[in-house]
């Protein structure tokens, strides 16, 4: 049995809308539901909000974050909260949590996954977008649990403020956190990751960088060369660098990445010493391209990471989607943002409950087996079936 449902309210954040879109929830599963995901905007009256749907939904296996805009099978939506359920007895789902993580985001991510099953088969996982360091929290996870883990999610956001970020699990309300659901038992699973940004001119090699900072490009200060680049909207850096990500190529895919590029965003410069910091890791010795894309080539990326997580289950019938876009290509898409989960909707049909949110950075694998990685400026579609 697996049933899957979602429901959406634009109210206001109490107790009572909470209890109320939990029992939405319910009667539209005709159950309790096993697990649930909450994503929202970041209102006043979360805790408030999750109190009302704890009392509800009958369950604690409940996760999730806010974000940068919400999506389901009702559309795209701001200021609102979505509620997704999946009531199944043929998949067990364990909740953790950690706090604390921009202390070190490496044992946050151990202590994350201490608290999962050894036999956890699938993961979805939601980390502060502002404190945490995504690639930290997935060294830490595979450190203790197997390496091909496959792990879907993303990073809270605030609405394009980063200030600070939320994110949920049971009945807390919690921030420097992350937040994680394990999936074990009877289901397949389906992954596409697709971004539809292109390299810009010749590759060149990182000379110099520290974690998520880059210092030199080919032996040049980093932000000196994006400033040539860029020319007379250099000045507007770094928000116009969410247009211009870096793609790391070659082996920092741990493998063949075919024409695939991990992007990173821009966050903030430091015109001083001419670094750039961004929302990943930027490894020393690596090969990158300067990319670009529009608003074409950004949704045909979004289609084709739903087919590819549609090959990928097969002839499997996919019973929920989850999509994960990243805040960037809600800010080039702008009022054509709605296309992008349209898409998703033309490859899986309207009937399949669809759940997603747009986030500050991207967590999927690149294919079945292959590493889960910290994305950024990417699609990422995750799809369940029995």
Not at 54 to 78: K, P
Not at 101 to 128: M, W
Not at 129 to 143: A, H, K, Q, V
Request: net charge negative; charged share 20%.
């Amino acid at each position: 049995m697996f049933k899957a449902a979602t429901v959406t309210t634009d109210k206001t954040f109490l107790r009572d809308s909470g209890r109320s879109l939990g029992q939405a929830l319910v009667r539209k599963l005709g159950q309790s539901p096993n697990a649930c995901w909450l994503f929202c905007a970041p209102k006043e009256g979360l805790q408030e909000l999750l109190e009302g749907i704890n009392e509800a939904v009958g369950t604690g296996n409940i996760v999730g974050c806010t974000g940068d805009g919400e999506m389901s099978g009702d559309g795209y939506s701001t200021g609102s909260a979505i509620l997704a359920g999946i009531a199944s007895d043929q998949i067990d789902f364990t909740v953790a949590y950690a706090e604390n993580i921009s202390q070190n985001c490496e044992s946050a991510g151990k202590r994350l996954a201490a608290k999962l099953a050894p036999t956890v088969q699938y993961v979805h996982l939601f980390s502060d977008g502002i404190t945490g360091n995504g690639c930290g929290i997935l060294r830490g996870i595979f450190s203790v649990l197997r390496e091909d883990l496959p792990i879907a999610g993303g990073t809270a956001g605030d609405n394009g403020k980063f200030q600070r970020t939320w994110q949920f699990a049971g009945r807390k309300v919690l921030t420097d956190a992350a937040v994680a659901i394990g999936f074990t038992g009877d289901f397949h699973l389906g992954t596409g990751v697709r971004s539809g940004w292109s390299p810009i001119g010749l590759a060149k090699k990182v000379t110099r960088a520290s974690g998520n900072i880059l210092y030199e490009l080919n032996g040049e200060p980093a932000l000196q060369v994006y400033e040539r680049f860029l020319g007379k909207h250099a000045e507007k850096l770094p928000a116009v660098g969410v247009e211009y990500p870096l793609g790391l190529v070659g082996k920092c895919l741990d493998g063949d990445s075919g024409d695939y590029y991990l992007l990173r965003a821009t966050m903030s410069v430091d015109r001083q010493e001419g670094s750039i910091r961004f929302a990943g890791e930027i490894p020393e010795g690596a090969t990158v391209h300067l990319t670009c894309g529009d608003n074409r080539s950004i949704l045909e990326a979004s289609s084709a990471a739903a087919r590819l997580a549609d090959e990928e289950i097969g002839d499997i019938l996919p019973r929920m989607v989850f999509f994960y876009s990243c805040m960037a290509r809600k800010i080039i898409l702008g009022q054509r943002t709605q296309e992008e989960l349209d898409r998703i909707r033309q490859v899986f049909g309207a009937e399949v409950p669809i759940i997603g949110f747009y986030t500050y950075g991207e967590y999927c694998r690149m294919g079945c087996g292959s590493p889960s990685l910290f994305h950024n400026e990417t699609a990422t579609v995750s799809v369940i079936g029995v």
